[in-house]
């Protein structure tokens, strides 16, 4: 039985590649898209049985792109493909219903399987993905209304953090050392009563800092 794909990414070698790995396959490229925008028309035209959503794309983004689809066509599965293990980036397709998440370093193998189970609508999110995300979302200051007294230096390191950067990187960006870097990331921690930065990541999510 043939499964109906559509691919949104804006390099063409990336769509390529993909249609070259899944020849052979159960899986039909049937639509291409090459922004948010075109992947939202095309996915409301076509019914596709599977989404594969690149994140960083021009105008509307992969994750954008993703909570229009999933507001217009619910059980429609929607795995992330992207470049950026970026704890924000995993939080938020979390939040936003995506089924997976894979990076694009993943094997031909690895890539089938990931499309097999999410077409099958089955999750393709890995245990230790899975642990850190829902982890974070059960610990009690993840709600709304409890108020963490973070300073703004605190504030700036986390939504710096949260979008993926490094210590040395958030140092060079704020123009703090690496030491100081590392020490607000662990009052950050200890804070809002996290353990890891994806969780952090998570955490600031959900109270709109990024």
Known sequence: MSINILIA???????????????????????????GDEAVKLAAKHKPDLVVLDIRMPGTDGLAALSRIKMAQANTPVLMLSTYDNPTY????????????????????????????????????TRDELRRV?????????????????????SEVLRQLA????????GLALGISYE???????????KIGVTDRTQAAVWAVRKGLV
């Open 90 to 125: 995993v939080a938020k397709a979390v939040a936003l219903g995506a089924s997976g998440y894979i990076l694009k370093g993943a094997s031909r193998d690895e890539l089938i399987a990931s499309f097999r189970k999410v077409a099958a609508g089955e999750d393709a999110w």
């Open 180 to 190: 100081t870097v590392k020490e607000h990331v662990q009052h950050i921690l200890r």
């Open 163 to 170: 979008h993926g950067l490094t210590n040395k990187e958030i």
């Open 134 to 154: 829902t982890g974070a979302l059960a610990t009690p200051r993840m709600s709304a209304d409890v108020e963490v007294p973070l300073t703004q230096r605190e």
């Open 9 to 35: 990414d804006d390099h063409q070698v990336v769509r390529t590649g993909l249609k070259s790995m899944l020849a052979g396959t159960e899986f039909n490229v049937i639509a291409e898209a090459i922004d």
